[in-house]
């Protein structure tokens, strides 16, 4: 324990003195220091040398802080560290980005209820980071953990996270993209996908083509799980992915992507053969566009050969994701009806566990596929005893229209 110089007493402050002295004595007599300190601390909060009973946020050094938010186990752990620090100068960049990362860990714990959303550390949280932002204090790993952040807590962060930031944080980002190494890219570009209706367009797809103009030079140092998620984002960000220069970042993805496709999960697979067929469909007829096209149909083969390896391991979106990508590009890249088997096998023994929508999707592709690869076939009575009648008639009907062209 730091000692604390006393002041001189004065008249008021001579009980103080004579307390301290009782202490001493009690200290030497019945070894509870600490106690009696607090006790002493409590009556005359004003009396020097008093021990708190926690270190107070002006005590706390940069990394204790950093430490503590890390190992917080609930959401009111954390959003109590933010409450204490807020205000002061030891509340930086590095911790309010830890603080939100944290937070967003814990979205699914039961520790974000109601009660923790309603605490006004939210508030303070969110002014610190603009501050932060306005003063451009955050380096590019600092913004794509934030911007994270805010994208998985999208659904349940409260009001308090307002529109104001998101602008703010797209707008630094644009800025710093030439500075983002793979990771940040990769996780910029999905965090977009889930923010865009919280940003205008315009200024989306402005950061959006800031960011995949650095997706070309980073590609060749992703891992799978970054080249995943940048081929989905841009599948999903499609004004984006209409530019030469994002269909130059594409063909180098879906080259990278057929190098190694061994590395991927069973997700990845799924979420790369829905983002090709997504991409065939989307991109427009330009000559860019048309090498975008080839490379996607070189990258199919290895990515559905390893799929049908990894059915077995498929969750049920994860199957309905797959039947749907191989009825898409069945006729542009034929090579895709290898997992159909496999596929349509599992989804036959997983149809009730199935939402609504993967139900309509797996049936309509069924029904595109049942001509090219019959064991498709067998899936469709599993499906259907899941779809209302009404939902099962307008797919075929749909499946009648297409085969007459119209």
């Known amino acids: 324990m730091v000692a604390v ?8 402050q001579r009980v103080g003195v004579l307390l301290r002295r009782k202490v001493k004595s009690l200290q030497a007599s019945r070894g509870r220091a ?44 954390v959003l109590s560290e933010v409450a204490l620090v807020a205000d002061l100068p030891i509340f930086n960049e590095f911790h309010v980005g830890a ?27 969110e002014l610190q980071l603009q ?21 998985v807590l999208k659904e ?29 890219v990769s996780n910029n570009l999905w965090s977009l996908v889930q923010l865009r209706s919280d940003a205008p367009a315009e200024q989306l797809c402005s950061a959006a083509e800031a960011v995949v103009g650095q997706l070309r030079r980073t590609v060749s140092s992703m891992n799978p799980q970054e080249l995943t998620n940048s081929l989905w984002s841009l599948a999903q960000l499609t004004e984006s992915a209409s530019t030469a220069k994002a269909h130059r970042a ?11 496709p061994g590395g ?18 989307a991109l427009p007829n330009t000559t860019s566009a048309a090498s975008v096209r080839r490379a996607i149909r070189e990258a199919v083969p290895p990515l559905a050969s390893r799929a049908a390896a990894a059915a077995g391991k498929m969750r049920p979106q994860e199957l309905s994701n797959c039947l749907w990508a191989a009825a898409r590009m069945q006729q542009r890249v034929p090579e895709v009806l290898v997992p159909v088997r496999a596929v349509a096998e599992n989804i036959a023994q997983r149809a009730s566990e199935m939402k609504e929508q993967e139900l309509i999707n797996s049936l309509w592709a069924a029904t595109c596929l049942a001509d090219t690869v019959p064991e498709v076939r067998e899936a469709v009575p599993a499906i259907s005893q899941y779809l209302p009648p009404k939902a099962i008639q307008l797919i075929s009907e749909s499946r009648e229209s297409r085969a007459l062209g119209v």
């Open 250 to 260: 594409l063909v180098a993805l879906a080259n990278r992507l057929a190098q190694k």
């Open 156 to 184: 349940t962060r409260p009001q308090v996270l307002t529109l104001r930031t998101v602008p703010l944080l797209l707008r630094r980002m644009k800025a710093r993209a030439m500075q983002m190494k793979a990771q940040d």
């Open 264 to 281: 991927l999960i069973p997700q990845a697979l799924a979420n790369c053969l829905w983002a090709c067929a997504e991409l065939q469909d």
């Open 131 to 151: 501050r932060l932002l306005s003063a451009d204090q955050l380096q590019p790993r600092q913004l794509s953990n934030c911007l994270w952040a805010l994208a």
């Open 99 to 125: 603080a939100l990362s944290k937070l967003a860990r814990l979205k699914n714990s039961k520790s974000l209820g109601p009660r923790e959303m309603r605490s006004p550390a939210w508030r303070r949280l």
């Open 5 to 12: 110089q006393p002041l001189p007493p004065s008249d008021g």
């Open 34 to 77: 600490a106690w009696t300190l607090v006790l002493v601390s409590r009556a005359f909060p004003s009396m020097p040398g008093a021990l708190a009973p926690s270190p107070s946020g002006a005590s706390l050094s940069p990394r204790l802080l950093t430490s503590r938010i890390s190992k917080a186990r609930s959401a009111a752990a």
